[in-house]
């Protein structure tokens, strides 16, 4: 069955670099996004991308954020000037169209900020 | 304004009773998903189910069960004969007409079955 790849499974960061986590939707998906989960507590979504732009995003996704699809495969997630609360699980999620298609999740990037 | 509330945040069965996990959602829109994802320890998301706000109609899925009530704005979640490998961390979602499919999550209900 297609899966949503996520790289790399865990990233160790310096507070105040810049991150960039990757992503490969399902081929056939139009539809992207990205949440996050501090550990313990409850998935929060961040932004929405669909035809290349954004379609929504979330008070978290400041410009701090930014997401891009460079190329037929990939959408990555950008953090710049990384935070210690920035610290979380970040999960890559596609979707065929619509609202009726559910999600499908990757396994998640875990970013751990030092 | 959305909002999914699992007011039960952890609970603990012993292996092969029933267990129900309630999930209380709110939303304006009459369009709008409801789904159930479940997060194991390692930590990633699985989806279990996807339900529509037109389709009132129970579901059952071997072992689990969903009964969804608009009257009562609830979805909740029903395992029969829990197993070990039911442990984890569920979690009730919705998303709706306006949102762009964006889903927003309850807490989450952490599940430990024991042996």
């Known amino acids: 069955e297609p899966e949503v790849t996520q790289t790399p499974s865990h990233q160790v960061t310096q507070m105040g670099q810049e991150v960039i986590l990757r992503c490969v939707p399902i081929?056939?998906?139009?539809?992207f996004y990205w949440y996050r989960q501090i550990l313990g507590q409850k998935v929060e979504f961040l932004v929405s991308f669909y035809n290349n732009e954004i379609s929504e995003k979330s008070e978290i996704f400041d410009d701090q954020f930014s997401v891009e699809r460079p190329d037929g495969s990939n959408f990555t997630l950008k953090i710049r000037s990384t935070k210690l609360e920035d610290s979380a699980m970040y999960f890559c999620?596609?979707?065929?169209?619509?609202?009726?298609?559910?999600?499908?999740f990757g396994d998640g990037t875990r970013l751990s900020i030092l | 304004a959305q909002k999914v509330t699992q007011a039960q945040t952890e609970i603990s069965v012993v292996e092969k009773e029933d267990v129900t996990l309630d999930c209380v959602y709110e939303?304006?829109?009459?369009?709008?998903?409801l789904f159930w994802y479940k997060q194991p320890p390692s930590g990633e998301l699985v989806f279990l189910i996807r339900r529509n706000s037109f389709d009132e109609q129970n579901e059952i899925s071997g072992r689990y069960s969903w009964n969804f009530q608009k009257s009562t704005s609830s979805f909740n979640f029903t395992i029969t004969a829990s197993q070990v490998v039911d442990s984890a961390v569920y979690f009730c979602a919705l998303s709706y007409s306006g949102g762009y499919q964006k889903v927003t999550f309850g807490t989450g209900t952490k599940l430990q079955v024991i042996p």
């Open positions: 939303t304006r829109d009459t369009t709008y998903y």
């Open positions: 999620a596609s979707s065929e169209t619509g609202l009726s298609q559910p999600q499908h």
């Open positions: 081929s056939n998906h139009l539809y």
